[in-house]
């Protein structure tokens, strides 16, 4: 008789219904490839891309604050 595992396919349908949940991107790929073995490995994987987005949107906001200010100080020159 063989027996399913049910927490394996917990990650499964978590995962998929997680993909289904995402804007296109890298996460939604990423774990479309290679999905995670258990709960823990899913949870490590996106907060890892929690982590690096909210990195872009520091760097981003810092680089629009800096173009402002050179805007700012080439309108100051003329």
């Known amino acids: 008789m063989e027996v399913l595992e049910v927490p394996d396919l917990m990650v499964d349908i978590m995962t998929s219904i997680l993909i289904h949940g995402l804007k296109k991107g890298t996460l939604a790929s990423a774990l479309a490839k290679d999905p995670p073995a258990d709960i823990e490995e899913l949870h490590m994987i996106v907060e890892k891309y929690i ?17 402002k200010k050179d805007d700012d100080q080439k309108k100051r020159k003329k």
């Open 51 to 67: 982590q690096e987005e909210e990195m872009n949107i520091l760097k981003e906001n810092e680089w629009k604050v800096q173009v």
